[in-house]
């Protein structure tokens, strides 16, 4: 298991941004896809985006063309920029860590999440 500790979260207004990042325990962190996913009250958890251990992104269709995924394998670092923020991404934010490549293949890792609020 790989612990992620997550920060950046915070109150902001529509239309605002913030950064998110997520710092993860391990010394092969290029070998994880590395994916930031949501739970707003009352509703499931679903992904945001996420980036492969080659650099290839993915993201849900609401944060298309707002959000961005990026990741720095020195730092074991991986990052959201959120910008043009709508009330609805309101939601606490989790970091997840899947094994792509041994000898992690397989596994999954998620952190505490960090809390945005986006005020009307």
């Known amino acids: 298991q790989v612990q992620l500790v997550e920060s950046g979260g915070g109150l902001v207004q529509a239309g605002g941004s913030l950064r998110l990042s997520c710092v993860a325990s391990?010394?092969?962190?290029?070998?994880?896809?590395m994916g930031w996913y949501r739970q707003a009250p009352g509703k499931q958890r679903e992904p945001v985006a996420t980036?492969?251990?080659?650099?290839?992104?993915n993201y849900t269709d609401s944060v298309k063309g707002r959000f961005t995924i990026s990741r720095d394998n020195a730092k074991n670092t991986v990052f959201l920029q959120m910008n043009g923020l709508r009330p609805e991404d309101t939601a606490v934010y989790y970091c997840?860590?899947?094994?792509?490549?041994?000898?992690?293949?397989?596994?999954?890792?998620w952190g505490k999440g960090t809390l945005v609020t986006v005020s009307s």
């Open positions: 997840n860590a899947q094994g792509s490549i041994w000898p992690v293949a397989g596994s999954n890792s």
């Open positions: 980036v492969t251990s080659g650099d290839n992104t």
């Open positions: 391990t010394t092969i962190f290029s070998r994880y896809t």
